[in-house]
């Protein structure tokens, strides 16, 4: 079944006007994903290989504390870091080596 001309041009003036009320909305939420990821990013950077504690992290990123303890806490509940052993009075993050596709079937066999 095919629509009616009139129906698919009514239809596309529609989204036109739906996606025109939306666009800063939209451009909104592209400027803060882009900012996660940035922020991810160099919270991974600080991590770098060895790990680091918070406090580490929010010198080398230059970041607020809770935001650093936010972005950890997240990092940590979808397996991206660990908690390593206690460097004075806070924990030492580090990242979760990736494996590749190669060690993955290595793995399995």
Not at 25 to 31: E, H, L, P, Y
Not at 69 to 81: S, V
Not at 87 to 100: I, S
Request: proline share 4%; glycine share 8%; aromatic share 6%.
């Amino acid at each position: 079944m095919t629509e009616n001309s009139p129906e698919k041009d009514a239809r596309k003036e529609a989204m036109k006007e739906l996606r025109k009320a939306r666009k800063q909305k939209i451009a909104a939420a592209t400027a803060r994903m882009k900012e996660q990821k940035k922020a991810i990013k160099s919270i991974k950077e600080a991590l770098g290989t060895e790990g680091a504690t918070v406090p580490g992290v929010v010198e080398q990123t230059g970041m607020p504390s809770a935001e650093v303890f936010w972005y950890l806490a997240t990092m940590k509940k979808y397996g991206e870091i660990v908690e390593g052993d206690k460097d004075g009075g806070y924990f030492r993050y580090k990242l979760v080596a990736e494996e590749t596709p190669q060690e993955e079937v290595a793995q399995e066999s």
